[in-house]
């Protein structure tokens, strides 16, 4: 049975829905059908199609009371609306349906799993939040949530184990058909903890144990966590908050971690080996993944920054994309991070450029201009006896505004800088990070939504994210060098409306 609350918050996207244009909204990127967006949840190949649900509130473009919004595509690029998914319209979730995941039941059904919140006052004034793990089975757009929720809840914690923060459960099947699930926690030294628990039949869950703790080494309390296999190597990806910068590694404030090492699943201990950033931009958060039918690891994450986000114009009617799917892979000890290659079947037109030179510069090239687009760089100096000391690409670029890259080959380092990409706030603009630089040679793939932009650097070793909301006639790209620079250029237009 549809609850009132969850019967209005549809009326109401599907009225809305028709005030905003298709070219108010990104092109390819997924975002909010109406007011705010943030966490990709229940990522999940279910009935034929992709589903991707978000943490949702319909009714202004500012977060509130959590709903799951619902999306569905065949290529993880076209996207079509479904009814909102989840409602806060339980006790038990009644102050929201936070972040989580989805599976397929043995009997075909889908079984959503996420943290309902509520609100309880405190002695001292104010509310503290109550956090428990609920679920809601379905058949990929009407969820029925289970009588007896919650089935995690603060009887199943640990000694010390917060329940104010213990949320965002990510549920898998095993190769012997039980279930796991992780669940991010606060633990009492105030950091973070990822809690492991197992069930047979996704409802009964059993506390097995901390999977890893953070003793306050990245960031403090870790939301949205992910553990998978890889090439080899077991991957934990999650999203700390309060975090602060490691040398060009991690930045101040909410951001995202990866581990990578070995997961021995029959004591269930994990071993880290690596750690680092999953993006080095401004806006990226709780990304999740799934295993594709083909046997690729894809991630999606929340295109935007806690940090950031709450300064945007509540004039909007919408707020919140997703990034671009991307394909993972660990190389050396590295995570990689390749766009979707689905994002080739929207390739248009193309125009290439080879060995473009230039010295102590600024450029434009012919037909290369757009803000939706796939282009692909490949720089190197003009002599190599004599590096170029600073090599730039601008884009979403008119007279007023610009988005720019910038490579300094002696400091290896890259800057994304979106300072004069319209925003009237004294918010982050700027990210540097460290890269890969063989005597001055660097690749950039660099692809633009109407509303964003993702650089792919050298083949996926990094990725930065940023999003950008100027108008769309600033389409223009031009190339500067301090020194003298050779350029390969490969670009196209994305066939998308
Ligand atoms: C992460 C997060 C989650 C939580 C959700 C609430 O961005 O804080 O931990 O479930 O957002 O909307």
């Known amino acids: 049975m549809t609850s009132q609350i969850l019967r209005e918050a549809r009326k109401y996207e599907e009225t809305m829905e028709q005030r905003i244009t298709k070219e108010d909204k990104p092109a390819f990127h997924l975002s909010a059908r109406v007011g705010w967006m943030n966490d990709p949840n229940g990522f999940s190949f279910y009935n034929g199609e992709?589903?991707?649900?978000?943490?949702?509130?319909?009714y202004s473009s500012h977060w509130g009371p959590m709903h799951w919004g619902h999306a569905v595509s065949k290529d993880l690029l076209n996207w079509k609306?479904?009814?909102?998914?989840?409602?806060?319209?339980?006790?038990?979730?009644?102050?929201?349906?936070?972040?989580?995941s989805a599976i397929e039941m043995p009997d075909g059904r889908q079984l959503l799993m996420y943290t309902g919140v509520t609100k309880e006052p405190?002695?001292?004034?104010?509310?503290?939040?109550?956090?428990?793990?609920?679920?809601a089975i379905g058949d990929g757009i009407d969820y029925e949530k289970y009588p007896l929720n919650p089935v995690i809840n603060e009887k199943d914690l640990p000694e010390g184990a917060s329940r104010h923060d213990f949320r965002d459960p990510k549920i898998?099947?095993?190769?012997?058909?039980?279930?796991?699930?992780?669940?991010g926690n606060r633990p009492a030294d105030g950091s973070g903890q990822l809690l492991l628990y197992s069930s047979t039949d996704c409802i009964h869950w059993k506390y097995e144990k901390v999977l890893i703790a953070n003793y306050n080494r990245i960031g403090k309390m870790w939301e949205c966590p992910d553990l998978f296999e890889l090439d080899g190597k077991a991957v934990i990806l999650t999203s700390p908050q309060d975090m602060m910068p490691q040398g060009f590694e991690y930045h101040n404030g909410n951001g995202t971690l990866c581990l990578i090492g070995t997961f021995d699943e029959q004591n269930n201990v994990f071993t880290e080996e690596y750690n680092q950033s999953i993006d080095y931009g401004i806006d990226f958060y709780a990304p999740q993944t799934?295993?594709?039918?083909?046997?690729?690891?894809?991630?999606?994450?929340?295109?935007?920054?806690?940090?950031?986000?709450?300064?945007?114009?509540?004039?909007?009617?919408?707020?919140?994309?997703?990034s671009l799917p991307r394909e993972l892979s660990?190389?050396?000890?590295?995570?990689?991070?390749k766009p979707i290659r689905?994002?080739?079947?929207?390739?248009?037109?193309?125009?290439?450029?080879?060995?473009?030179?230039?010295?102590?510069?600024?450029?434009?090239?012919?037909?290369?201009?757009?803000?939706?687009?796939?282009?692909?760089?490949?720089?190197r100096p003009g002599d190599e006896r004599d590096v170029y000391r600073k090599f730039a690409v601008r884009f979403a670029q008119n007279e007023q505004y610009q988005t720019s890259i910038s490579f300094r080959p002696y400091e290896s380092i890259l800057k994304i800088d979106r300072k004069f990409s319209g925003s009237c706030r004294a918010i982050i603009h700027q990210r540097r990070c460290l890269v890969r630089n063989e005597n001055g040679a660097i690749k950039l793939r660099i692809i633009l939504d109407r509303y964003s932009v993702e650089v792919f650097v050298n083949d996926g070793e990094q990725v930065l994210s940023a999003t950008i909301y100027t108008d769309q006639a600033a389409d223009g790209i031009s190339f500067f060098v301090d020194g003298s620079v050779k350029m390969d250029v490969i670009k196209y237009n994305l066939n998308v409306e």
């Open 50 to 58: 992709y589903h991707l649900f978000y943490q949702y509130h319909p």
């Open 81 to 100: 609306y479904l009814p909102a998914a989840l409602a806060p319209d339980q006790l038990y979730d009644k102050d929201g349906c936070f972040s989580g």
């Open 122 to 135: 405190k002695p001292e004034g104010g509310f503290s939040e109550i956090q428990t793990q609920c679920i």
């Open 172 to 183: 898998w099947r095993k190769a012997d058909g039980t279930y796991c699930c992780l669940i």
């Open 290 to 322: 799934i295993l594709t039918e083909d046997g690729r690891r894809v991630m999606i994450g929340w295109m935007q920054n806690w940090d950031t986000c709450n300064l945007h114009s509540p004039n909007r009617p919408w707020f919140g994309q997703m």
């Open 330 to 337: 660990v190389k050396n000890g590295r995570l990689i991070q």
């Open 342 to 379: 689905e994002i080739e079947q929207l390739h248009g037109e193309k125009v290439t450029y080879k060995n473009v030179a230039f010295e102590n510069d600024t450029i434009r090239l012919d037909g290369i201009t757009g803000r939706k687009i796939d282009m692909e760089l490949s720089i």
